[in-house]
């Protein structure tokens, strides 16, 4: 059975940094992709970053600049480094893993809220 599990989050002042981690386990082989969701109080669930074993990346358009994913093959583990926090980052931040062609395994999230 997939578990993801993650950890990292916590509450940080505006223009602090955080990283985040999200260990994959149950699978016998590298996930294609895995990343991460995040969802705000009141509003949808979106996409935060992703990365394929071939080590693509993808950023939505709100933390480029800001936010490094990246992971580990051989822990089957993906981070999340996070630096320039803003107020609107607050959120509940998911973790997430698929093979190719498959739907995804989720984690149970982790929150992170940025104030001063």
């Known amino acids: 059975q997939v578990q993801l599990v993650e950890s990292g989050g916590a509450m940080v002042q505006p223009g602090g940094s955080l990283r985040l981690s999200c260990a994959a386990s149950g699978s016998a082989r590298s996930f294609y992709a895995m990343g991460w969701y995040r969802q705000a109080p009141g509003k949808q669930r979106e996409l935060v970053a992703s990365?394929?074993?071939?080590?693509?990346?993808n950023y939505a358009d709100s933390v480029k600049g800001r936010f490094t994913i990246s992971r580990d093959n051989a822990k089957n583990t993906v981070y999340l480094q996070m630096n320039s926090l803003k107020p609107e980052d607050t959120a509940v931040y998911y973790c997430?893993?698929?093979?190719?062609?498959?739907?995804?395994?989720w984690g149970q999230g982790t929150r992170v809220t940025v104030s001063s």
């Open positions: 990365i394929t074993t071939g080590n693509s990346t």
């Open positions: 997430y893993a698929r093979h190719f062609g498959t739907s995804n395994y």
